[in-house]
């Protein structure tokens, strides 16, 4: 289960993510609309997985992030921001790309070995409700169950993922893409 505090986050999410989008020089300008998220549960419960889908200037974006209590050692280019959480502290946010644990649970995603979470809302130390999944993820394609993890930064077309590949799909209000695949690792290994 993914635990939703109610909380206060400076910067906000709207705003962590456009300006992710502009420092990548990403979907043009102006406001930025959220479609929805999806989140996993990390296997040790230290590391929050999420990942948010948006759409600024009439373009979607997956924005898949990892928060962390601490630094993540030798991930400073991955640093998307620092936030404080009016619940947590301070928080350091990566782009799941480069964080170990986020790319574990994509994998198992992948694999058929994890399901998404489901959000519980908490109020200090009692859960108070659930909110329920604005996305809702599927996996398709015959492809290797253990490949190289990649990440899409806008989802791809879903109309049928070639066999070759094993892809993770998200579905929200409004239209669906692929936002993962797994891959066979290049021959040789890298």
Sequence with gaps: MAIIHRATLKPTKQELVAASLDREGL?????VEMLGSYRFDDPAGEVGVEALLVRRSGKVFHLPVTYRGAPLNGAEAHLVATLEHSVLGRRWVYAAAGDPVALAC????LAGQQEQAIFEIWDGNAVVGQRPNTVTLTVEGD???NGDVRLFRVPGDSAG???AERYLIAAWDGGSGVVAVS????????
């Design 27 to 31: 979907g043009g300008a102006g406001d």
């Design 106 to 109: 994509y994998a198992a995603a």
């Design 143 to 145: 492809g290797p169950a």
């Design 161 to 163: 993922p070639p066999a």
């Design 183 to 190: 891959v066979s690792a290049a021959p040789g290994g890298a």
